[in-house]
């Protein structure tokens, strides 16, 4: 053992005694305690910053919807549906997936789906946590909201989202075909059963009128509600004169899994809706500030909205209901 050496410049009697006497320089007993205490105190702020952080489940956040066009208050729901969750301090929203509904839904005014992904590309451009998927869009048939969350969820299992997904080209000739192509392929899997366990969980980004419309006769299943909020669950954005509470206490299958249903108020009025975009173009009106800029002059570059798009699938049944009521037709004949 090497004997003990005085500091430069410091008395052999005084280095002694500081470490005997356990004085406050870094070579004395006192010295060599706060050392060790801050060092255990470092430790157990590591240790709440890392329990705080797995003791959250991280969340993935899912709008699906015709989009047409996106507007500024499709991306609010974001922004909304992101603080809510992450300051009832039991979530992490990681990621936003905007989903635009495929041409086969049929519903009045859809105009083609390309234009619609390209759109919400557009609007998305500039942010670093939502993004456009463009899956559901690409399908041949109209396909159930559950089975686009079952997707995005196995997606998530098996860890394919850290795999950039191809989505129209904005700024290459071509786009349509490009995005026509991606076709190829992209038929809808079997449903399958997955462990979500350690996986960020997808839950429904939507508002309150989601949960008016599941009231609707034939246009959402039973057991598709019921997979809906029992396996990934809603976080619903109220709008001013809507009561979301009372559809939950209506339904015996909401008001059962009520503790997966996220009820955000939007305390800034905010009424902006495709709809009135759609109705404002027909007229002429501006829309500036109501959309995104670049999905204004995408808008009016082609023309997207008049008269004629309005009367787009006129006449013909929203996808869901035909099928829903043809499957109910058949049953009870089996019946």
């Not at 795999?163 to 071509?174: E, I, K, N, T, V």
């Amino acid at each position: 053992m090497e004997p003990m050496k005085a500091r430069r410049g410091v008395p052999f009697s005084s280095f002694r005694a500081e470490v005997v006497a356990g004085g406050p320089g870094p070579f004395g007993l006192r010295g060599l305690m706060t050392a060790m205490m801050s060092e255990c105190h470092l430790d157990q702020q590591l240790q709440l910053v890392t329990a705080d952080t797995s003791e959250k489940t991280d969340v993935v956040l899912l709008a699906c919807g015709s989009f047409n066009p996106i507007t500024n208050m499709h991306l609010r729901l974001f922004e909304l549906g992101k603080d809510y969750m992450n300051a009832t301090g039991k979530y992490r929203v990681i990621k936003g997936i905007i989903s635009p509904v495929g041409d086969a839904y049929r519903k009045k005014g859809l105009i083609p789906a390309h234009h619609r992904v390209i759109m919400a590309e557009l609007a998305t451009k500039n942010s670093h946590w939502v993004e456009v998927d463009t899956w559901e869009s690409l399908q041949k048939e109209w396909v159930e909201t559950v089975k686009v969350l079952r997707h995005h969820q196995e997606k998530l299992a098996t860890g394919s989202c850290d795999h950039p997904q191809s989505s129209p080209s904005l700024d290459r000739p071509g786009r349509k075909r490009k995005w026509a192509e991606q076709n190829q392929n992209s038929s809808p899997k079997k449903p399958q059963a997955f462990k979500p366990t350690g996986v960020p969980r997808v839950k429904l980004l939507c508002g309150a009128d989601l949960l008016e419309s599941f009231s609707v006769p034939n246009l959402w299943k039973i057991e598709d509600i019921t997979q809906i909020v029992a396996n990934y669950g809603l976080i619903c954005i109220t709008r001013a004169g809507s009561d979301a509470q009372k559809f939950i206490y209506e339904s015996d299958v909401l008001w059962r899994y009520q503790s997966n249903i996220h009820l955000v108020d939007e305390w800034i009025t905010n009424d902006i809706s495709s709809t009135k975009i759609r109705r404002a173009l027909r007229r002429g009106q501006s829309i500036r500030y109501l959309v995104p800029d670049l999905v204004q002059e995408y808008i009016e570059k082609h023309d997207l909205y008049s008269s004629e798009s309005e009367d787009r699938n006129v006449g013909v049944i929203l996808a869901p209901l035909q099928r829903n009521i043809a499957e109910a037709k058949h049953n009870s004949s089996m019946a």
